[in-house]
C-alpha cells in the first residue's frame, strides 16, 4: 500500500487523479481499479465527493468532474491573475491574427496550457485548455525551457525527447543550441514540431519588462501558411511586452 493511499486524504486524491482530458469519465468499477482501491472504499470515497460536488454522475451511472471543483480550481491565484491581465492583450493579437492565440506556464517539466483564443477557421490543435504536454514538445513549451532554470533544462536535455513527428527536435545538442538562440532571439518559430499541420510562434511572457519569465504566448497557424510567421513577430511581442509590464506594475502595487 502506498504512504498516499494510507491516509483518507490521499485516497481522495488517488480518485481525483485518475480523472483528465484522455480519461474525462469512468465507472465506479473503472476507479478502483485504476487507484486500487477496494470497490467498497472507492464507493466510499466518491460518494463523499459527490456529496461535495467535487465528482458529478451522469445518465449513463459513469462519474466526471463536478462544477464545484472546476469553480475551485479556476480560483488558483498563478493562473487567474495571469489570465486576467492577458486576456485583453490576447483578444487584440487575435484580432490583428485571427490566429489560434494560446497561453501557457511551466510545471516543473512540463506546459500548462491556461487560455486559447481560437476562431471558426483556425487551424485546429491538439491542445486545449488545462492540458499538459512534456515542456520539450512545444514551441511555447521550448519558450520556457530556454528561460527555466538550469536544473529543469538538464533534467529535460538528460530524458529521451519524444519526437511527435518527423520534424520534431529530439538530439540534445541541437535542442541546446536552438535554446541558446531563444534566448538570443525572444521569438521562437516552433516549424511542425508537434503537429504535421501546425507552426507555432512564440515569446516569454515576464514579470515587467526585464523580471524573470512567468508564461509564455504564442500564435498557432497552419503549416501551409508557414511563411506568415516571419510577420506575427511584431504583434506577438507587442502583445507579450503589454502583458509583462501590466504583471510588472501589479507585482510592484503588491509590495
Given at each position: 500500500?502506498?504512504?498516499?493511499?494510507?491516509?483518507?486524504?490521499?485516497?481522495?486524491?488517488?480518485?481525483?487523479?485518475?480523472?483528465?482530458?484522455?480519461?474525462?469519465?469512468?465507472?465506479?468499477?473503472?476507479?478502483?481499479?485504476?487507484?486500487?482501491?477496494?470497490?467498497?472504499?472507492?464507493?466510499?470515497?466518491?460518494?463523499?465527493?459527490?456529496?461535495?460536488?467535487?465528482?458529478?454522475?451522469?445518465?449513463?451511472?459513469?462519474?466526471?468532474?463536478?462544477?464545484?471543483?472546476?469553480?475551485?480550481?479556476?480560483?488558483?491565484?498563478?493562473?487567474?491573475?495571469?489570465?486576467?491581465?492577458?486576456?485583453?492583450?490576447?483578444?487584440?493579437?487575435?484580432?490583428?491574427?485571427?490566429?489560434?492565440?494560446?497561453?501557457?506556464?511551466?510545471?516543473?517539466?512540463?506546459?500548462?496550457?491556461?487560455?486559447?483564443?481560437?476562431?471558426?477557421?483556425s487551424v485546429e490543435l491538439v491542445t486545449m485548455v488545462g492540458s499538459r504536454f512534456p515542456i520539450g514538445s512545444?514551441?511555447?513549451?521550448?519558450?520556457?525551457?530556454?528561460?527555466?532554470?538550469?536544473?529543469?533544462?538538464?533534467?529535460?536535455?538528460?530524458?529521451?525527447?519524444?519526437?511527435?513527428?518527423?520534424?520534431?527536435?529530439?538530439?540534445?545538442?541541437?535542442?541546446?543550441?536552438?535554446?541558446?538562440?531563444?534566448?538570443?532571439?525572444?521569438?521562437?518559430?516552433?516549424?511542425?514540431?508537434?503537429?504535421?499541420?501546425?507552426?507555432?510562434?512564440?515569446?516569454?511572457?515576464?514579470?515587467?519588462?526585464?523580471?524573470?519569465?512567468?508564461?509564455?504566448?504564442?500564435?498557432?497557424?497552419?503549416?501551409?501558411?508557414?511563411?506568415?510567421?516571419?510577420?506575427?513577430?511584431?504583434?506577438?511581442?507587442?502583445?507579450?511586452?503589454?502583458?509583462?509590464?501590466?504583471?510588472?506594475?501589479?507585482?510592484?502595487?503588491?509590495?
Open positions: 500500500m502506498s504512504a498516499t493511499r494510507s491516509t483518507a486524504a490521499g485516497k481522495v486524491l488517488e480518485v481525483l487523479s485518475t480523472f483528465g482530458r484522455d480519461c474525462p469519465s469512468q465507472t465506479l468499477s473503472e476507479i478502483a481499479q485504476r487507484t486500487g482501491l477496494a470497490l467498497s472504499t472507492a464507493h466510499r470515497v466518491v460518494a463523499e465527493l459527490a456529496a461535495w460536488g467535487a465528482l458529478e454522475r451522469g445518465e449513463d451511472g459513469s462519474w466526471h468532474v463536478g462544477l464545484r471543483l472546476w469553480e475551485i480550481a479556476s480560483g488558483c491565484p498563478r493562473s487567474q491573475i495571469l489570465r486576467d491581465v492577458a486576456l485583453p492583450f490576447m483578444q487584440d493579437l487575435y484580432e490583428a491574427t485571427h490566429e489560434n492565440i494560446q497561453l501557457a506556464v511551466r510545471e516543473g517539466t512540463e506546459l500548462v496550457f491556461v487560455e486559447r483564443i481560437a476562431g471558426h477557421r512545444t514551441g511555447m513549451g521550448r519558450v520556457l525551457l530556454a528561460h527555466a532554470p538550469a536544473d529543469i533544462q538538464e533534467a529535460v536535455l538528460d530524458a529521451p525527447l519524444r519526437a511527435w513527428t518527423s520534424h520534431t527536435v529530439t538530439d540534445p545538442r541541437t535542442l541546446r543550441a536552438q535554446l541558446d538562440g531563444i534566448r538570443r532571439e525572444q521569438v521562437f518559430v516552433s516549424d511542425r514540431q508537434l503537429s504535421d499541420t501546425t507552426v507555432a510562434v512564440a515569446a516569454p511572457v515576464r514579470i515587467g519588462r526585464t523580471g524573470p519569465v512567468g508564461a509564455a504566448l504564442g500564435i498557432v497557424i497552419a503549416a501551409s501558411s508557414a511563411g506568415r510567421a516571419r510577420g506575427l513577430r511584431e504583434p506577438l511581442l507587442r502583445a507579450v511586452h503589454g502583458i509583462s509590464e501590466e504583471l510588472g506594475r501589479r507585482a510592484r502595487a503588491a509590495v
